[in-house]
C-alpha cells in the first residue's frame, strides 16, 4: 500500500511540473511598466468620472474610500425580480448605472456625484437658515441675509422678469432661484480639494437640462392650451408643408436642453482637467515643474471660481428664455386673435 501511496504522490508531482511554463536560460525581459504620461491620464480621467464609492484625498497622500453605493444595495435589482449584480465593463466604468442597466438591472444607488449634490444642497440650507434673520419690520439684521436678498433679487429682476414678463414672472422665480443657487453650490464645492464636481458628469447635467425641458412644456401648455401649443408645432404654413415643419419643430424642442445639458458638462469638465493636467507636470517633467504648473494652476482655479457663477448663470438665464418662449407661445395667438379682429 505504501509503494502505490508513493507512485501516486510521484505521478502528481510530475503532472503538476509538466503544467509549470518553462523558462529558457539566460536574461528573462522585464514587465512592461505604464509610463509617467499613461499614468497620469488614467489618474485624471479617474478624478473627473463618476463611481460607486466617494474619495476623499488628503494632500500628505491617504484617501478616506466611503462604498456610498454599497450601504444601499436594495436600490438595486433585477428589471423581474430579485439582485443584480452585474459586473461594470472598463470602457463603462464612467457611466455605471447605464452599464447596470444595459445588463438587466435598475441601479438606483448613490453615486459620488449624487453624494456631492447632498453635500452642496446641506450647505445651501445652512446659508438659508443662518441667511433668513430679520427683525420685527422684516429688514434683514445680518450679511447674509442681506447677501442672500440681493442674490435673489438679482435673479428676479434681472433674470426672470425680463425674460418672463412682469405678470408670469413669480410663477417660475422659485424654480429659476433655486438653479441657480442650487448650480452655484455644486461647482464650488468640486473647487475644494477632494470633492467631486457633480455638474461635471452627463448624468447630472442631462437630469437638471430634462427639469427645464418639462417646466417649458408645461408652461407653454398652460399658456397656449394644448390645441395652440399643437399648432405651434405646425409654424403656422400650409397644412401640405406640415411633413416638413413638424419634424423641425419637434427637433427644435430637444436642441434647447441638449445645448443646456453639453454647455455646462463641457465647461465644468474641461476646467478641472485643465488643473489636473497642469499639476500633473511635475510627475510627467520633473520635480522643478512644481513652480511653474502651481504659478499656472492657482490663476485657473481662481477662474474657475468665476466659471462656476458664470456657468449657473448662464443656465439659469437660459432656461428662463426657453420658459418665457414657451408663456409667450399663448400671448402670441392672443395678439393674433386680436389683430383679425381689428381688421374686421
Not at 488628503?58 to 474610500?65: D, I, K, N, T
Not at 492657482?298 to 432656461?319: D, K, N, R
Request: aromatic share 12%.
Amino acid at each position: 500500500m505504501k509503494r502505490y501511496m508513493l507512485m501516486g504522490a510521484l505521478a502528481v508531482a510530475a503532472l503538476a511540473r509538466a503544467e509549470e511554463p518553462t523558462v529558457e536560460p539566460g536574461p528573462q525581459p522585464s514587465p512592461v511598466k505604464p509610463d509617467a504620461k499613461t499614468e497620469v491620464a488614467d489618474t485624471i480621467l479617474e478624478h473627473v468620472s463618476d463611481a460607486e464609492e466617494f474619495e476623499l484625498e488628503f494632500p500628505w497622500g491617504g484617501h478616506l474610500a466611503f462604498p456610498v453605493a454599497e450601504w444601499l444595495p436594495f436600490l438595486e435589482w433585477e428589471r423581474v425580480e430579485g439582485a443584480c449584480h452585474a459586473p461594470v465593463p472598463a470602457s463603462m466604468a464612467a457611466f455605471p448605472s447605464v452599464a447596470r442597466f444595459q445588463a438587466g438591472c435598475w441601479d438606483f444607488r448613490p453615486t459620488k456625484a449624487v453624494v456631492s449634490m447632498w453635500l452642496a444642497s446641506a450647505l445651501l440650507f445652512v446659508l438659508l437658515f443662518f441667511g433668513r434673520k430679520r427683525d420685527a419690520n422684516g429688514v434683514p439684521r445680518s450679511t447674509m441675509t442681506h447677501l442672500v436678498e440681493v442674490l435673489v433679487l438679482f435673479v428676479r429682476d434681472e433674470i426672470v422678469v425680463p425674460c418672463i414678463g412682469k405678470k408670469e414672472a413669480p410663477r417660475y422665480t422659485i424654480y429659476l432661484t433655486s438653479l441657480f443657487f442650487f448650480l452655484t453650490f455644486v461647482n464650488w464645492l468640486g473647487l475644494i480639494p477632494g470633492f467631486f464636481t457633480a455638474t461635471g458628469t452627463l448624468a447630472v447635467t442631462a437630469a437638471l437640462a430634462v427639469l427645464t425641458f418639462l417646466l417649458t412644456q408645461v408652461a407653454s401648455i398652460r399658456s397656449a392650451g394644448l390645441g395652440g401649443y399643437l399648432k405651434h408645432l405646425t409654424g403656422g404654413v400650409p397644412f401640405f408643408l406640415w411633413p416638413i415643419m413638424i419634424p423641425v419643430e419637434v427637433i427644435g424642442l430637444f436642441t434647447k436642453p441638449f445645448a443646456l445639458l453639453v454647455r455646462l458638462f463641457a465647461n465644468m469638465l474641461g476646467g478641472h482637467m485643465s488643473i489636473f493636467f497642469l499639476l500633473s507636470l511635475v510627475f510627467v517633467w520633473h520635480w522643478a515643474a512644481g513652480a511653474l504648473s502651481l504659478t499656472l494652476a492657482v490663476p485657473i482655479l481662481i477662474l474657475e471660481m468665476f466659471v462656476g457663477i458664470l456657468q449657473a448663470y448662464i443656465f439659469t438665464l437660459l432656461s428662463a428664455v426657453f420658459i418665457g418662449q414657451g408663456v409667450a407661445m399663448g400671448h402670441h395667438g392672443h395678439e393674433e386673435h386680436g389683430h383679425e379682429e381689428h381688421a374686421h
